[in-house]
Every structure is written in structure tokens, then in C-alpha cells.
């Protein structure tokens, strides 16, 4: 079946850190992945996605590559800001005609200190 | 502007006191879909819809009730809430999930405490 593992939350930065959070996923054939971002008080916004092996989504200085030899699409930040503070959802949307939805981690808070 | 719209935005009530939480999309978007968000359990999908008149159980159905009857709606209905029932729901709706491309659109939540 389909599923995704994100790591576990919470993690505590500092402004201007390197962010790094792990993303692996099992599907049957070639899903396409998202990040989804959560603020607080607010409800899911796409982050970035990514519909194919090798692609690269991007969006406001995140990044995550869909590596299919390992089946991972880990989101990355080369330098966090305080506003970045959130809780982040890694998701699989099969490409099954019978699908019936998209999978999501459970999600990982990130906070991040001035 | 795309987006999703559900109301109320906060709502406390009492158990077994029937309310009903409204979502509606103005995308044209065939999937519309209910989650609650609990701490520690992540998201999960108590109902979902591939269009009009078209419903189905997610994975956590159990003392809620939905209804389709036009492409923009999407209600959530409890009939008789209990105290376990409190949670963070979100509404959210795409295009057919199979394609793999359509990202889901996010409501921004409704608050439901039941005492």
C-alpha cells in the first residue's frame, strides 16, 4: 500500500540554520509528492511539489528532490527565519485511476528561535 | 480568489446537540474531502466525495455524516456529537486524486469543542 514516514517532531532551530526534514515514502508506480506547510491558526498551503523522479520543487528558499532509488523527498532550508515556524506535512498522491485520496505524514513542528 | 470557505470558524456546543459544518470550493474541483486533525494523530479523512452524489467513508467515519448534493458543497454533519468528537477539522477539495498532479486545497479549520 501507499504510506509516508517524516521524521519526527519537534525540531528547534536557530534563525539562519540549516534545515533538513526527512521525508521517505512507499507507493505502488510513480506518485507525485507535495510539502504542505501549516502556520499557526491556519489551515494546510501547498509548499512545493514534485510529479516525477528527479524533479525539483521549490518555493519561498525550500526545496525537496523526488528521489525515487530511495523513495525519499526531503524538504531543505539554507538558512531558516523565525517566520518559518510551522508544522510541515509530507504527502504522496498516487497516480491510480481508483485512487481515492492523498497519504500524509504526520507531520513535523518546526520552531525556530530569534 | 481560489479557495475553500468552511464556517464556523470556532464552535462549542453541547453533546447531542446536531450541528453541521459547511464547506464550499469555488474551483469546480470534483473532490471534497473532511479531515480532523488531533494532536499526536496527525490528519485523517472521516469522509471524502468524487462528485455529486458521490460520498464514501474515510478512515475515521464513525458519528459523522455527509452530503453532496452540489459540486461547490460539501457539509459535515454530526447528529449527535460527543466530547470525543472535539477536535480541528479541516475541509479541503482538488481535482480527482488519480491524476497524482492536483494538489488538495485547504479550508482554514473549524474549531469544535463538544462538552
Known amino acids: 500500500g501507499n504510506s509516508v514516514t517524516q521524521m519526527e517532531g519537534p525540531v528547534t532551530l536557530s534563525e539562519e540554520a540549516f534545515l533538513t526534514i526527512n521525508c521517505t515514502y512507499t507507493?505502488?508506480?510513480?506518485?507525485?509528492l507535495f510539502w504542505y506547510v501549516q502556520y499557526p491558526g491556519e489551515g494546510l498551503q501547498l509548499l512545493l511539489k514534485?510529479?516525477?523522479?528527479?524533479d525539483k520543487g521549490s518555493n519561498k528558499g525550500f526545496e525537496a528532490t523526488y528521489r525515487k532509488e530511495t523513495t525519499s523527498f526531503h524538504l531543505e532550508k539554507g538558512s531558516v527565519q523565525v517566520s518559518d515556524s510551522a508544522v510541515y506535512f509530507c504527502?504522496?498522491?498516487?497516480?491510480?485511476?481508483?485512487?481515492?485520496?492523498?497519504?500524509f505524514g504526520s507531520g513535523t513542528r518546526l520552531s525556530i528561535r530569534p | 480568489e481560489a479557495q475553500v470557505t468552511q464556517n464556523p470558524r470556532y464552535l462549542i456546543t453541547v453533546t447531542g446537540k446536531k450541528l453541521t459544518v459547511t464547506c464550499s470550493q469555488n474551483?469546480?474541483?470534483?473532490?471534497m474531502s473532511w479531515y480532523r486533525q488531533d494532536p499526536g494523530l496527525g490528519l485523517r479523512q472521516i469522509y471524502y466525495?468524487?462528485?455529486?452524489?458521490?460520498?464514501d467513508k474515510g478512515d475515521v467515519p464513525e458519528g459523522y455524516k455527509v452530503s453532496r448534493k452540489e459540486k461547490r458543497n460539501f457539509p459535515l454533519i454530526l447528529e449527535s456529537p460527543s466530547p470525543n468528537q472535539t477536535s480541528l477539522y479541516f475541509c479541503?477539495?482538488?481535482?480527482?486524486?488519480?491524476?497524482?498532479?492536483?494538489?488538495?486545497?485547504f479550508g482554514n479549520g473549524t474549531r469544535l469543542t463538544v462538552t
Open positions: 507507493a505502488t508506480g510513480y506518485p507525485s
Open positions: 479541503a477539495s482538488s481535482f480527482l486524486p488519480g491524476t497524482g498532479t492536483s494538489p488538495l486545497h
Open positions: 466525495s468524487m462528485n455529486v452524489e458521490v460520498t
Open positions: 514534485a510529479t516525477k523522479a528527479d
Open positions: 504527502a504522496l498522491s498516487p497516480r491510480e485511476s481508483s485512487a481515492s485520496k492523498i497519504i
Open positions: 474551483m469546480n474541483h470534483e473532490y
